[in-house]
């Protein structure tokens, strides 16, 4: 199974962009990629998921690179609710879901 | 919108006493997961049901079992409660059934709020 990396903290101020890196060199041709984040005491939100192409919804832009190493997640206009542990995962083999540590982002005003 | 919803977010036990959580989703999704989640240590896989009777173990199954009577309903009950189960409780679900998992589908997971247990 694939492992990622991310920075365990980020801050970005209100109404910029926040750029969230993840490393998963590793990640193996059928695996994609997930986001997902939680914020503090409630259950982690799913936020977007993709394997080779870009991909953008609502909430966010995910940015993969073509050796598929790394992605980027990027919030466009960061608020304040947006403050969140945020996860970056490569779908393992099994039908777990296997959650690290995350990024802590902060979001300030 | 997917909605998965839990029974209790706060919940108050006494060691050796017979815990249930309650989890439904409006989604009609195959897969049902039950994961506990605490500081240091991320999420941790109990068990997971591709089908209604159908159940199987996660990574800590041990003090857990589970229940799965409705496709909508999975339940994790603590048969006896102890101190070491005090934690976050959080129950997911997803469409793609289990044929498409074994064969390397995507699946994404939707979460419930949480059950915050803390036993006595």
């Known amino acids: 199974d694939a492992k990622t990396t991310q920075p365990p903290s980020m801050d970005c101020a209100e109404g910029r962009a926040a750029n969230l890196p993840c490393n998963h060199s590793?990640?193996?041709?059928?695996?994609?990629v997930y986001w997902y984040r939680q914020i503090h005491s409630q259950g982690p939100q799913y936020i977007i998921h993709?394997?080779?192409n870009n991909e953008t919804n609502e909430m966010a832009s995910l940015i993969i690179t073509e050796d598929r190493k790394s992605s980027t997640l990027i919030l466009p206009h960061a608020t304040l609710r947006d403050t969140a542990v945020y996860y970056c995962?490569?779908?393992?083999?099994?039908?777990?879901?296997?959650f690290g540590k995350g990024t802590k982002l902060t979001v300030n005003p | 919108d997917v909605k998965v919803t839990q029974s209790s977010r706060y919940l108050v036990k006494r060691t050796g006493e017979k815990v249930f959580l309650e989890c439904v989703q409006d989604?009609?999704?195959?897969?049902m997961f039950w994961y506990r989640q605490d500081p240091g240590l991320g999420l941790r896989l109990i068990y997971f049901?591709?089908?209604?009777?159908?159940?199987e173990k996660g990574d800590i199954p041990e003090g857990y079992s589970v229940s799965r009577e409705k496709k909508e309903r999975f339940s994790l009950i603590l048969e006896s409660a102890s101190t070491n189960q005090t934690s976050m409780y959080l129950c997911?679900?997803?469409?793609?059934?289990?044929?498409?998992?074994?064969?390397?589908?995507?699946?994404?997971?939707?979460f419930g709020p949480g059950t915050r247990l803390l036993v006595l």
């Open positions: 997911a679900s997803s469409y793609e059934g289990s044929r498409g998992l074994r064969q390397g589908r995507r699946e994404t997971q939707y």
């Open positions: 590793t990640i193996s041709g059928n695996e994609y």
């Open positions: 993709g394997l080779k």
């Open positions: 995962i490569v779908r393992a083999r099994s039908e777990k879901l296997v």
């Open positions: 989604m009609d999704h195959e897969n």
């Open positions: 049901s591709y089908d209604v009777k159908m159940k």
